[in-house]
């Protein structure tokens, strides 16, 4: 596959961005950490092309990104309740998250050196906890399609993505030096991360309206 | 070799995720059975509470108020000469009165009949007149739409308008509540909004011993409807409630 074909399937995510854009105003604001999370995203890949294209490196960029993401993921499961009524495990997973990528990125010297992949494995293995909780949660309180519901679809969004990371890094992990099967496993990856994309965005247009704007248009029209 | 390995890994992955994803579908199914059920035993559970409340309500109204006006009246026409048995007679033509009026407004608060005859509005309107708390916090009952009774969805509509009006009256401290309905093809809207002190929404219902924020949620969930309550201290409170038709 051509690198441009990638770069392409990349900026899938321009899709549910500007979704949410479009009914950012009408959506409920415990949503938003959603749209702000396709954001970085979009910009971390805009960043990463830039930076490759300039340096040939895109480590910095990388690194500096994944931990913004798992910082916007932990707020997202803050906003949708789960994390609002344990604060003590909000607390405990910020810690540490904050003290594994300072440990990998600085002090190991990663940050400009390789990817942080310890980093990566643990954010990712506690976003598809998070998300299986979240699920497990709508299953008893929803009463409709569950594949009309949004968290249900960013949850599972999570896990694949979640998942298929937890492969990578470990196989990265294990044998660092198999470039020929690392390409390999980063196509799938491209393709898995596309099809992400299309679910946030089908995700994104089910986000609920807010109940005031929702109202206010048939009570006060 | 290596592309052996690869392949293998990759149909391994495909197989555990397949069979992840079916043990995973097959317990959503059987939790949402689970759910189904025990929503149709609260469902039937609170249709009988309400046909036996019904029941009691036209045994009150039919059998036992004509009664007591036939005992009422005859008592009045006994001509007693002393007048000591003529205050007797006119007390307990008193006492009468309180037992009928008191009937009328346990009758009422079982099943009001105005739900039936002149619809929702009304019976909340009637329902407040007959707490007496006019003066204490005015009730705006509204409908920006017509709406089309149904008797069956229309009591549990009434129970949460009483249970908002009780919440409102002995919690929020508010002096005006509004109560709005509209209804198009699609779904009935109920929008109740106070201007009380308000109370912190997620902590209630963590700690909240009553029954009452719990009642709300479950006659909405009878409805297939949902409710979201917005407030927090010294803002007021909003309850958007969404009800689907058919």
Redesign the interface.
């Given at each position: 596959m051509s690198e441009i074909a990638t770069q392409l399937l990349s900026f899938t995510v321009l899709i549910p961005l500007i979704m949410g854009l479009v009914r950012m105003n009408r959506i409920r604001a415990s949503y938003l950490p959603f749209l702000v999370f396709l954001f970085f995203a979009f910009t971390a890949e805009l960043v990463s092309q830039v930076s490759i294209r300039l340096t040939r490196d895109n480590r910095v960029t990388n690194n500096i990104y994944i931990l913004i993401e798992a910082g916007i993921i932990l707020y997202l499961f803050y906003t949708w309740g789960f994390l609002k009524k344990k604060r003590w495990l909000l607390a405990l997973l910020a810690t540490v998250y904050l003290v594994t990528w300072v440990v990998e990125n600085i002090c190991m010297g990663v940050l400009t050196e390789g990817f942080s992949s310890y980093f990566v494995v643990l954010y990712s293995l506690v976003t598809v906890f998070l998300s299986i909780n979240e699920i497990n949660s709508l299953i008893t309180s929803y009463n409709d399609n569950l594949f009309r519901h949004s968290k249900f679809l960013i949850c599972i969004g999570f896990i694949i993505i979640g998942v298929y990371s937890l492969i990578t890094e470990g196989f990265l992990l294990i044998d660092p030096d198999n470039s020929a099967v690392a390409w390999r496993i980063f196509l799938i990856f491209v393709f898995i991360n596309a099809f992400v994309n299309i679910v946030y965005a089908v995700a994104v247009y089910f986000m609920p309206v807010r109940d005031d704007y929702y109202f206010s248009k048939r009570f006060k029209a | 070799m290596?592309e052996r390995i690869?392949y293998t890994t990759?149909f391994l992955?495909s197989l555990l995720a397949v069979i992840i994803t079916f043990f995973i579908t097959s317990?959503?199914r059987y939790?949402?059975r689970y759910?189904r059920l025990q929503?149709e035993r609260i469902t039937a559970e609170i249709r009988l509470l309400e046909n036996e409340r019904k029941r009691i309500a036209t045994d009150l109204h039919d059998s036992l108020g004509p009664l007591l006006s036939t005992v009422k009246l005859n008592i009045s026409s006994v001509d007693v000469p002393d007048p000591r048995d003529k205050a007797v007679i006119v007390k307990s033509g008193k006492y009468i009165d309180d037992i009928v009026r008191s009937m009328r407004q346990i009758s009422h608060n079982l099943l009001p009949n105005t739900l039936e005859r002149k619809g929702l509005q009304d019976a909340i309107r009637e329902f407040y007149q007959l707490l007496g708390q006019e003066e204490r916090m005015e009730l705006h009952v509204y409908a920006?739409s017509p709406i089309h009774p149904k008797p069956e969805r229309d009591i549990h509509i009434f129970r949460i308008a009483q249970e908002i009006i009780h919440n409102t009256l002995k919690h929020a401290g508010a002096t005006r509540l509004e109560i709005?309905f509209?209804e198009?093809e699609k779904e009935l809207?109920v929008?109740a909004e106070d201007n009380g002190t308000g109370f912190d929404v997620?902590k209630s219902r963590?700690n909240s011993l009553g029954l009452g924020l719990k009642s709300l949620d479950i006659r909405t969930?009878i409805l297939?409807g949902t409710i979201?309550i917005?407030s927090s201290p010294g803002k007021g409170t909003?309850y958007?409630i969404r009800i689907p038709l058919g």
């Open positions: - | 290596e690869f990759i992955c317990i959503i939790h949402r759910i929503r920006v709005g509209s198009d809207l929008l997620e963590r969930d297939h979201a917005h909003r958007y």
